[in-house]
């Protein structure tokens, strides 16, 4: 028990995009990120949850630890602050900069790299900013990418219970990612454009390319490998977001796991319509529309590697990271789930996120918040997605006894 209880201690900090020096055993990955989040108050978090206005942009350089101090498809999160960059991802630069700047950047790196290709990576739900950051920074390492990284990240709060706010937010970011898409596209120097999605991340990637198809007339030719992994989206809807694009299409990749619970909750959520990213592959009709439309699939459903959901599999497997990287290479497998012991408990109870599921799973989570910092965390969100944030007097008591993420503790 007491091993227990050290372990659920044992939470990643946060705030980890304070730049740091450079280590010489150490790599680096330079990316630019596009975001319609707001800023942060806290300067190592950057950006928040919440919703810019306008899109903002930034330069970040990310130092990834040598291989003696992590395994393929890893993300060495800091076990404190400052990181220690020989044996912690840390960041060695996080400038926001303007949009002419961002321009630059791009069009210098592009230059410099061997076949002017752009990989865009759109993450999933339930990600702050510095999950992103982080989980792309070791995909490009681990899958070898030649690419220019170029990081499109949106308003995720970052909690189980805010599926909703997470999902309108990537309905609002569709024109901030289509334009992005536009402007690679008009880019004489930009010569091919491969996109990798996650989880809810996949709806905003085939919206915004949907969107530009309608307005272009078609998708530019440039736009080669589009990677679904365990894509949150309807398989109804996604028949209807193919077409939309017409014949001329990127090569699509989709990366399938049976076993997705996430999966298996959003489909709850939505109505029991299946999600894109469980389907049986070898299953009618998806079979033949699969074949029909010259889509392929990896099927991870046997593979052991990512988090207890089985939902990122696609970069948490050496193996499949590597896949990518051949993939890109040639024709040129999204998220870190930041949930706690207590988040699982919520889940579990929740069902399709109905409020009578949703309160006996913050009774039962209650003390799992005391001793698990990633609960804790979430755990005001949870409350506040039940009540709203003013709440009554019970919630707040529960709110204020969990909103000090940092200390380690939790006052009863």
């Known amino acids: 028990?007491?091993?227990?209880?050290?372990?659920?201690?044992?939470?990643?900090?946060?705030?980890?995009?304070e730049p740091v020096g450079a280590s010489p055993s150490a790599t680096q990955v330079e990316m630019l990120v596009t975001t319609t989040r707001g800023r942060s108050e806290n300067p190592g978090e950057m950006f928040s949850g919440e919703r810019a206005l306008n899109p903002t942009f930034a330069d970040i350089t990310v130092s990834i630890p040598p291989d003696s101090?992590?395994?393929?498809?890893?993300?060495?999160?800091p076990r404190k602050l400052p990181p220690d960059p020989a044996t912690d991802f840390a960041a060695l630069k996080a400038d926001e900069i303007d949009r002419e700047t961002a321009e630059k950047w791009l069009n210098s790196?592009?230059?410099?790299?061997?076949d002017g290709s752009v990989l865009v990576f759109i993450h999933g739900f339930n990600n702050h900013f510095e999950d992103a950051v982080f989980r792309f920074a070791q995909?490009?390492?681990?899958?070898?990418?030649?690419?220019?990284?170029?990081?499109?990240?949106?308003?995720?709060?970052?909690?189980?219970?805010?599926?909703?706010?997470?999902?309108e937010s990537t309905n609002y970011t569709r024109n901030a990612v289509e334009r992005l898409f536009q402007y690679l596209a008009a880019d004489p120097q930009v010569k091919e454009v491969s996109v990798l999605a996650h989880s809810m991340g996949n709806w905003l990637?085939?919206?915004?390319?949907?969107?530009?198809?309608?307005?272009?007339d078609g998708l530019p030719a440039k736009f080669k490998n589009v990677m679904l992994a365990a894509p949150d989206v309807d398989v109804d809807?996604?028949?209807?977001?193919?077409?939309?694009?017409?014949?001329?299409?990127?090569?699509?990749?989709?990366?399938?796991?049976?076993?997705?619970r996430a999966l298996a909750v959003s489909r709850r959520v939505w109505g029991?319509?299946?999600?894109?990213?469980?389907?049986?592959?070898?299953?009618?009709?998806?079979?033949?529309?699969l074949a029909v439309n010259e889509i392929t699939v990896v099927d991870l459903t046997q593979l052991k590697e990512g988090d207890s959901l089985h939902h990122t599999k696609f970069a948490e497997s050496p193996?499949?990271?590597?896949?990518?990287?051949?993939?890109?290479?040639?024709?040129?497998?999204?998220?870190?789930?930041?949930?706690?012991?207590?988040?699982?408990?919520?889940?579990?109870?929740?069902?399709?996120?109905?409020?009578?599921?949703?309160?006996?799973?913050?009774?039962?989570a209650a003390p799992a918040a005391i001793v698990d910092q990633n609960t804790r965390q979430n755990y005001v969100h949870h409350v506040e997605a039940l009540v709203g944030p003013s709440g009554n007097a019970n919630s707040n008591t529960a709110g204020n006894a969990c909103r000090e993420p940092r200390s380690g503790t939790c006052s009863r």
């Open 272 to 289: 029991n319509v299946s999600r894109l990213g469980a389907i049986d592959p070898e299953q009618s009709p998806y079979k033949e529309e």
């Open 69 to 77: 101090a992590r395994k393929a498809g890893e993300v060495a999160w």
């Open 109 to 114: 790196h592009v230059r410099k790299s061997p």
């Open 237 to 260: 809807v996604f028949r209807s977001q193919i077409a939309d694009m017409g014949q001329q299409r990127p090569r699509f990749t989709l990366f399938v796991s049976r076993d997705d």
């Open 319 to 364: 193996e499949i990271v590597q896949l990518i990287g051949r993939r890109l290479s040639s024709g040129q497998t999204l998220t870190d789930s930041r949930l706690g012991l207590g988040d699982h408990i919520v889940a579990a109870t929740a069902g399709a996120a109905h409020s009578v599921g949703t309160a006996a799973g913050l009774v039962v």
């Open 139 to 167: 995909i490009v390492h681990d899958s070898g990418a030649r690419s220019v990284p170029v990081l499109a990240t949106w308003p995720s709060r970052g909690s189980l219970l805010a599926y909703g706010y997470d999902r």
């Open 1 to 17: 028990m007491g091993l227990t209880l050290l372990a659920a201690c044992a939470s990643r900090p946060t705030g980890v995009l």
């Open 205 to 216: 990637a085939l919206e915004s390319l949907r969107q530009m198809a309608i307005r272009n």
